[in-house]
Structures are given as C-alpha cells and as structure tokens.
C-alpha cells in the first residue's frame, strides 16, 4: 500500500480495486477524513454487502470513527444499501458508510456515504472528506466491542407496508428473481411467494466473484435470468445488483426491458392507480418518454447531471413522486431521496397485476402512446481522465450539425454533452466511477440508436 495513493469520491462513493488502492490502510485514512468532516461526537451508522472482506472493511472504519468520539453502530449482516440508508433516516443518524462497489466487478470494493435523511452525500461533503485525509493510515487501535444493529429486519417490514402484498401473493404470478449473488438474496421470494403466486430465486448464494459475472442488471449480464424465466414459464422476471439499490427486468419471454420502460411503467401506476401526485426528476441521460408523460399528466419534471446525489438533493428540496436514473436507479416518494431495488421490483409487479397484461403487452402500450423510443449505451474503456476531458471539451466547442444522418437541434452541457435531435437525443459523458468514456442514444428505432451510437464513438476517437 502506497500511503499517498489517491482517493477521490466519484458520482456515488470511492471504488478501487482489492489488490489494488482498496486496502485496509486507506480504507482506515477514508474514515479518518469523513470523521472529520462530522461534527463531533456523530451518531455514525456502518454497513456492508456480500463482497470479500466487506466485513472487515467495514469494522476498519467503525474502529477509526470510534477512537474519533463517534458513536458508532455496526451492521450485524450484509445488507442492501437502502436498508443502510432507511436506517440513517428512521433513526435520524448523521452518517451511514456503505462498504459495497455497487454494480462494480468482485475485484472492487468502495465506501459509500450517505447523510440524513438517508441520502447520498453531496461533492461539497465528499470534498470535505477528501481534505481531511491524512497521508498515512492512523494507528490500529485495540480490539474493541462496537455496537451492532440488526437493519436489515426493519427495512423489510418498511416494505411490505409500501405495496399491497395481498394482491400480490393472490396474483398466481409466475416470478424469477436474480439476485446476482449480491444482498438481494431471497428477500422478494420471502416477501411476495404464497400458495399461489410462484417465486423462483437463482444466484441467491454469496459469491466473491458474483459467478463469474458483473453484478449489474443490464441484458448482457442476464443471460441466466432469461434462461430460467423461458424454463419456468414465468411472466417476469427481476434482478437487483450486488447492493441491492438498482433493478432490471426481463419480460415473459425473457427479453431485458430497458430501464426507461420501467420509469414508464412506474409513473403511470403510482400516478393513475394509486393516485399519488408529485414532481418527477430525471438525469440528463432519461427517456423522452418521460418528458411527454409527465406533460400529459401535469407533474412537474426536473432534470439533473447523472449520479443519484443529484436526484437526491432535488427531492429533499421538492415534492417528488418518483427520481429516475438510467442505471436502474429509482426512488419514490414516502419512502428514500435513495434508490431502492427490491421495492422497485414490488411496485412493478403491483403495477403488472393491476393493468392485468403481459409485460410485452405493457411496454407495448407506452411504445405506441408517448414513443416509439429505444435506447442503449456503449462504454469507450481505458480513456485517461484528461484525454475524456479534452474530447467533451471539443465536441462542446465544434458540436457537429448532423450525427448519424439526424438534424441536431440543440446542445446541451449539464453533465458532458448531450446532442438534441428532433426525435431522440445522443450523449457523450466521462464516467464518475470507472476510467470510461459513456455513450448513450435514444431514437425511435434500435437501428438508429447504433447508428447514434457508432457515430458518437467515432466522434470521440477522431476529436
């Protein structure tokens, strides 16, 4: 371990590599910085997901908070980062720390801070922290007895007050859940299984590399979810990501749902079904889907760079139904300025069992209402930081006039650059998390958005 290795939050946290930066020194030099960026004497709530070693990580920093005069509560078993989060908000702590990469590969790990009332902490705070590291580790102090709370038990019965689970466990549903050996375990089969509603759960079981896959809920990693909806001959199926804080779905035939659909989904349930009223705030790099729905039904829309901290600090400011990221990242109203993947995943059967139709048949109905819209993203990797600054900086400066045979109509700088086109929109962006250049496009067929999104990568490798 190099003592000045160097550690900088990105849109959700630090991430590093485990045989790389992510080491018990510098995790112990993390708690040191965010523990003096507390006030003194803080109640500090600790965390931790399936990963290798999380455990220990995480007792590394609540034993260097502990020896700053804070009041430190230590989980007492892996859990989803919501359930971290609801904890802070429920017990009006002042800090939660999240040992989890997230979506990221098994070989990271990362430190994730969240602030009352349960939401991500904002660059101003994460800036502070960053000051506040020392250049060595401080000293290992003596075994000590920490506190340990059980969040995980509250959190769950959170949720089954969130969604009607009568009608879920009477839908005679037919579910797969892919829990990508990460927290989510089997705590939507415990929630929502009866004598007529079938749950199946696969990669339930702790993995240190997640089976050879990327904990993230995107189609590429789903391949074992479509295998096992296609086998069981159920009408949906889920996945949640390593921390449980993000959601993916897969349709009757398997097929991955891209997140935007569900936004969809969501907002007309909560909105029509439910009755509930309120903003909706989305990043840069949402659906125009959205757009034209919230116009319809008069909520106000809102829209943000992309990292949920920013969703975040526009709900605790205004009255939000629902905040929308396009890495599965959802939260909703009453509940967290926080993603939450298990209860997106109820909602979302809530709302399949309430309009009565195939997943296909739902999306299918928004396509032909307010689209038709599609999307993907591709990832440049191994762009240095300086090189990704100087393409956006370009592209911003010399934005083309045509991209891929469409007409732009506007450019946007809020979080990289985002071209405007009459019916779709292409966006170039540096990744906070990872050295990766994004590259996101949506238009009104598939064969448009590669088109987008081949000119964008040529755009970026010729600036």
């Given at each position: 371990m190099n003592a000045m290795d160097e550690i900088k939050f990105g849109t959700d946290g630090w991430r590093a590599r485990m045989d790389g930066a992510f080491t018990v020194p510098n995790v112990r030099r993390v708690a040191q910085g965010l523990g003096r960026a507390l006030k003194a004497r803080s109640r500090v709530f600790i965390g931790y997901d399936t990963r290798k070693d999380s455990p220990l990580f995480a007792r590394s920093a609540a034993e260097v908070?502990?020896?700053?005069?804070?009041?430190?509560?230590?989980?007492?078993?892996?859990?989803?980062?919501?359930?971290?989060?609801?904890a802070v908000k429920d017990q009006r702590?002042?800090?939660?720390?999240?040992?989890?990469?997230?979506?990221?590969?098994?070989?990271y790990n990362g430190f994730k801070v969240k602030l009352f009332p349960g939401v991500s902490a904002p660059r101003e705070f994460t800036q502070r922290i960053e000051k506040g590291l020392p250049k060595l580790?401080?000293?290992?102090?003596?075994?000590?007895?920490?506190?340990?709370?059980d969040w995980l038990g509250p959190y769950l019965r959170t949720l089954r007050?969130?969604?009607?689970?009568?009608?879920?466990?009477?839908?005679g549903f037919r579910v797969v859940v892919d829990s990508m050996h990460g927290v989510g375990e089997r705590h939507f089969e415990r929630l929502v299984a009866s004598a007529r509603t079938r749950v199946w759960t696969i990669a339930a079981q702790r993995s240190?590399?997640?089976?050879?896959?990327?904990?993230?809920?995107?189609?590429?990693?789903?391949?074992?979810?479509?295998?096992?909806?296609?086998?069981?001959?159920a009408q949906v199926g889920f996945a949640t990501d390593g921390d449980g804080d993000r959601i993916g779905m897969m349709d009757e035939k398997g097929r991955f749902v891209d997140v935007h659909k569900l936004h969809a989904i969501l907002l007309y349930h909560l909105w029509v079904h439910r009755g509930m009223r309120g903003g909706v705030v989305k990043t840069v790099s949402g659906t125009l889907m959205i757009e034209r729905m919230a116009k319809e039904l008069g909520a106000p829309?809102?829209?943000?760079?992309?990292?949920?901290?920013?969703?975040?600090?526009?709900?605790?400011?205004?009255?939000?139904?629902?905040?929308?990221?396009?890495?599965?990242?959802?939260?909703?109203?009453?509940?967290?300025?926080?993603?939450?993947?298990?209860?997106s995943a109820l909602y979302l059967m809530e709302a399949l069992v309430t309009m009565g139709k195939k997943v296909s048949e739902v999306v299918g109905y928004f396509q032909e209402k307010y689209g038709p819209f599609h999307y993907d993203r591709s990832d440049l990797g191994n762009v240095p930081a300086e090189r990704q600054a100087a393409i956006l900086a370009r592209v911003r400066k010399a934005?083309?006039?045509?991209?891929?045979?469409?007409?732009?109509?506007?450019?946007q700088a809020l979080d990289g650059v985002k071209l405007k086109l009459e019916k779709g929109w292409v966006l170039l962006?540096?990744?906070?998390?990872?050295?990766?250049?994004r590259l996101y496009a949506e238009a009104p067929s598939i064969r448009e958005v590669k088109a987008l999104l081949g000119a964008a990568k040529k755009l970026a490798l010729t600036v």
């Open positions: 908070l502990a020896a700053l005069g804070h009041k430190v509560i230590l989980a007492s078993r892996s859990l989803p980062t919501p359930a971290l989060s609801l702590a002042a800090a939660g720390v999240m040992i989890t990469a997230s979506h990221n590969q098994g070989a580790p401080p000293s290992a102090t003596a075994k000590r007895s920490l506190p340990k709370a007050e969130k969604v009607d689970l009568k009608a879920l466990k009477g839908s240190d590399d997640f089976g050879g896959r990327q904990p993230e809920p995107i189609g590429p990693n789903l391949g074992p979810l479509s295998k096992a909806i296609r086998s069981r001959k829309l809102d829209e943000t760079s992309i990292g949920f901290k920013h969703i975040g600090a526009v709900m605790l400011k205004k009255d939000i139904l629902l905040g929308l990221e396009e890495s599965g990242g959802i939260a909703f109203k009453g509940h967290l300025p926080e993603r939450d993947g298990l209860l934005a083309p006039s045509r991209i891929a045979g469409h007409r732009v109509t506007g450019v962006r540096s990744s906070g998390t990872e050295p990766l250049l």
